[in-house]
């Protein structure tokens, strides 16, 4: 949408001139906000934890605004070529969102990987429409949990972490975006 503005000759006394404030049509990206992760981190943890410096926060302009998010990790798994299975979720502020469904047992993540070969890094991505209904400052993180305590769960390296240039062993980057979304 284009907007014209028409040039007008002013009094020379006129102190103040208003401009009216035009309201953005649904749909637009009114603001992007993003933070990349290019150093490491690895964990033992089997809870879900931040994952540092993988935050981002954006000030919604309004409730009726939707957040798009977009993930992406770079994950590795243990050194041994162990099955490890890894899990990664978005949350905003201190509730996850868009996990599965709790059925048993089973890990209630964005996504989980297993990361059984210990050179590789996998990268899961997410893109999800959050409707967080606030003007309010919010934070959207990633975090991350190993199955078992003795695996590990890396950010950004593999398992091995050997320093070579064949392919294998590489170093990665982790992202967050977010665009508000005119509602």
């Known amino acids: 949408m284009s907007i014209a503005y028409v040039n007008q000759i002013l009094p020379k006394d006129t102190a103040q001139v208003s401009i009216p404030n035009f309201a953005p049509i649904a749909g637009s990206v009114i603001q992007v906000v993003q933070t990349v992760k290019t150093d490491t981190f690895s964990t033992t943890s089997t809870t ?12 919604p302009t309004s409730a009726s605004s939707k957040i798009l998010v977009f993930m992406n990790a770079s994950i590795g798994g243990g050194s041994a070529g162990d099955s490890n299975h890894v899990g990664v979720q978005i949350v905003r502020d201190s509730t996850a969102i868009f996990v599965g469904d709790a059925r048993g047992t089973r890990m209630q993540a964005t996504g989980v990987v297993n990361t059984a070969t210990p050179g590789q890094m996998l990268h899961p991505n997410t893109v999800y429409l959050d409707s967080p209904a606030t003007t309010s400052a919010i934070t959207y993180k990633l975090q991350i949990k190993t199955t078992t305590a003795s695996y590990t769960a890396n950010v950004n390296r593999s398992g091995r972490d050997a320093n070579n240039a064949i392919g294998y062993d590489g170093t990665g980057t982790s992202g967050i975006t977010v665009m508000e979304i005119a509602g």
């Open 48 to 59: 879900m934890t931040d994952i540092p410096g993988l935050s981002v926060s954006i000030t």
